[in-house]
């Protein structure tokens, strides 16, 4: 069994925890087993990077704690929840609660406004118009885009853009944000903002924060990280 | 949902527009040959509609039979009164101003008829007038005549002096009160008259008309009165004057089942052309719809996006196309009114369109509902 335990906190403190959990997939006739039964627990609060090469895991274990696919064995215990055991239509609900997702390629939806878009996931809400609305704004405010609210995404810069994908993410204050790739499309100076506002996000809101990243500059600024190969974690990289 | 529905629709204005184009022709088609549908097929509703029978010529439709077969059809039990007429094409100062002049007995000719409406002092002038005319009121507007006026009505056939133009006196204006006949164009004067004057075909007529004392009579009244001429020539098909009508329309190989045909045909072309465009467009976003998914939509709130756009395509376009459809006909119905005088948008027709759209709507949205309730989230971000 690969373990390894990030937290540094007491078991209440933690926001997810992983036990025993395999991940297999067929590829034609042949079964591969992408993650071998991973240990991990994550205390609220926590930044974490996830590296490794590409293949060895990352993604699919970022799927897995985030609602969008199920382990083939072992167990996905979020904020307390074992998200493995919910139905898609529960998990679909769990999603909009819990998780708010950072991608690579911002995706945005282009015939939106950004105060559309950062504004998507409230509908799921019994909130009013003008409460997501109000909502929408501030998350804007506080990646600084309050004047970009009325621009539709290709009026946007690639930073902006992302910009505009950590609001979305943020606007439910859900449980836990999942970034992958967060600043892989993006330039150093525009990939450094955007790494600087996940900081802030985790030291002054309290967010928890798990980002897969290639990029060791990216890494670093997270508060730790963790290398994973050939669907093991472990505290060093490979060598 | 509504915004996203709409914001979509709204995306890739030159497809979209190429979309509701091809809708809207499809329903534009659809509404008018419906019109004509409904013009081919149309019984009057007058009470008396119901009882009336006609008799043609069994072969030829149009072609002459003996005026004398009027007197053994009115001693068929059943048949209270019979009326008959002789037609030719008229026209007024030059040729292209053609119109219907329908020659008939005038007593029989309102005892059959009695939705036809003619002043009573104008009636009883023309009754008293053997060259007397009554024209309806759109020949009055179209050529200025007035009652009184003697015009005269060029005609290819000859009278017994070799002239073919006919001089009739307007003695009053001819009206339907059971249909709207405001867009008619029919002369009616004495067949006798017309009778003694042409110079060949005398004795004959192109229509019966029977009045009978019963509907429920119309089954064996027909029987009888074919009957009555099986040996003779020309033979005869008589039948309820719509059911005479659609047997003369099945010769020329059923008008209305090929309007059926054509408008299935179309529409089976629009629901395939709206799908694969659906289904592109769908494909072409198959990253958003997996974003919305992640997000936390459900399945049911993804597919009703697309639901949502077919059914708001199929609408708009239907919609504008049944308008274009109205506009079209009305502006037609003055041209077509004689040979379709019940040319027109029926609410049955506008009912079955809204039907049609909704139906094609969600059809046309199957195949990407299908394909977005089992996209997997995880391969349609990473494919992005």
Request: aromatic share 8%.
């Given at each position: 069994m690969n373990a390894v335990v990030a937290g540094r906190k007491t078991e209440s403190d933690t926001v997810v925890s992983l036990?025993?959990?395999?991940?297999?997939?067929?590829?034609?006739?042949?079964?591969?087993?992408?993650?071998?039964?991973?240990?991990?627990?994550?205390?609220?609060?926590?930044?974490?990077?996830?590296?490794?090469?590409?293949?060895?895991?990352?993604?699919?274990?970022?799927?897995?704690?985030?609602?969008?696919?199920?382990?083939?064995?072992?167990?996905?215990?979020?904020?307390?929840?074992?998200?493995?055991?919910?139905?898609?239509?529960?998990?679909?609900?769990?999603?909009?609660?819990?998780?708010?997702?950072?991608?690579?390629?911002?995706?945005?939806?282009?015939v939106l406004t950004a105060e559309q878009n950062v504004a998507l996931p409230l509908m799921l809400t019994h909130l009013g118009a003008g409460e997501r609305k109000k909502r929408a704004r501030a998350a804007l405010t506080l990646v600084g885009l309050e004047d970009r609210a009325k621009h539709k995404p290709a009026e946007l810069s690639g930073g902006q853009e992302q910009r505009v994908g950590i609001a979305r993410a943020i606007v439910t204050d859900p449980t836990l944000l999942l970034c992958d790739e967060p600043t892989g499309d993006l330039d150093r100076k525009s990939g450094d903002e955007i790494l600087e506002l996940l900081q802030l996000l985790n030291t002054e809101h309290g967010k928890t924060i798990i980002m897969v990243t290639h990029d060791p500059h990216a890494a670093a600024k997270a508060q730790r990280t963790l290398f994973m190969n050939k669907g093991v974690l472990s505290q060093e990289p490979e060598a | 949902m509504f915004t996203l529905i709409w914001m979509n629709f709204k995306r890739n204005k030159g497809r979209k527009l190429l979309t509701l184009l091809s809708v809207l022709v499809a329903f534009l088609m659809f509404g008018v040959l419906m019109a004509v549908r409904?013009?081919?097929?149309?019984?009057?509703?007058?009470?008396?509609?119901?009882?009336?029978?006609?008799?043609?010529?069994?072969?030829?439709?149009?072609?002459?039979?003996p005026v004398a077969y009027a007197e053994r059809i009115a001693q068929v039990p059943g048949?209270?009164?019979?009326?008959?007429?002789?037609?030719?094409?008229g026209a007024f100062q030059k040729f292209s101003n053609?119109?219907?002049?329908?020659s008939a007995p005038a007593q029989s000719l309102f005892q059959?008829?009695?939705?036809?409406?003619?002043?009573?002092?104008?009636?009883?002038?023309?009754?008293?007038?053997?060259?007397?005319?009554?024209?309806?009121?759109?020949?009055?507007?179209?050529?200025?005549?007035?009652?009184?006026?003697?015009?005269?009505?060029?005609?290819?056939?000859?009278?017994?002096?070799?002239?073919t133009t006919w001089y009739m006196t307007i003695d009053g204006v001819i009206t339907n009160r059971a249909q709207n006949s405001s867009g008619a164009q029919q002369m009616f004067i004495h067949y006798k008259y017309f009778d003694e004057t042409r110079a060949a075909g005398e004795g004959t007529v192109n229509q019966f008309d029977e009045l009978l004392d019963t509907p429920s009579q119309a089954g064996?009244?027909?029987?009888?009165?074919?009957?009555?001429?099986?040996n003779a020539s020309p033979q005869t098909r008589t039948g309820p004057e719509q059911a005479v009508a659609r047997s003369i329309f099945a010769q020329v190989g059923s008008i209305g089942a090929i309007i059926t045909d054509v408008a299935i045909a179309v529409f089976f072309s629009m629901l395939l052309i709206i799908g694969a465009i659906l289904l592109h467009s769908a494909r072409e976003r198959l990253s958003e719809f997996a974003l919305l998914k992640a997000l936390g939509f459900g399945s049911r709130t993804v597919t009703g996006v697309v639901l949502g756009e077919s059914l708001l395509t199929c609408l708009v376009g239907g919609v504008?196309?049944?308008?274009?459809?109205?506009?079209?006909?009305?502006?037609?119905?003055?041209?077509?009114?004689?040979?379709?005088?019940?040319?027109?948008?029926?609410?049955?027709?506008?009912?079955?369109?809204?039907?049609?759209m909704v139906l094609f709507g969600v059809l046309a949205s199957l195949l990407p509902m299908v394909q977005l309730s089992r996209l997997s989230v995880r391969d349609a971000l990473g494919r992005a």
């Open positions: 036990r025993g959990v395999t991940k297999l997939y067929k590829r034609g006739s042949e079964t591969v087993e992408v993650l071998k039964r991973l240990d991990l627990e994550v205390p609220r609060g926590d930044f974490l990077a996830l590296m490794g090469p590409s293949g060895s895991g990352k993604t699919t274990l970022m799927n897995l704690l985030g609602g969008l696919d199920r382990p083939t064995s072992g167990e996905v215990i979020v904020d307390g929840q074992d998200i493995g055991k919910l139905s898609d239509s529960a998990l679909s609900a769990w999603r909009a609660r819990h998780v708010g997702f950072v991608f690579q390629l911002y995706h945005l939806l282009p | 409904h013009g081919l097929t149309f019984s009057e509703n007058s009470a008396a509609g119901a009882r009336r029978l006609l008799t043609i010529n069994k072969v030829v439709p149009a072609a002459p039979m048949v209270k009164a019979v009326t008959y007429y002789g037609a030719m094409v053609a119109f219907a002049v329908v059959v008829f009695p939705e036809l409406y003619v002043p009573a002092a104008e009636r009883q002038s023309w009754l008293q007038d053997r060259t007397g005319a009554l024209v309806t009121p759109k020949l009055m507007q179209q050529f200025g005549w007035k009652v009184g006026e003697k015009v005269p009505i060029l005609t290819r056939l000859k009278q017994k002096d070799g002239s064996p009244v027909s029987q009888a009165i074919d009957t009555l001429f099986t504008t196309g049944m308008i274009f459809a109205y506009l079209l006909i009305a502006a037609l119905r003055q041209t077509v009114t004689q040979v379709l005088p019940s040319f027109e948008v029926t609410s049955l027709a506008i009912a079955l369109s809204l039907a049609l």
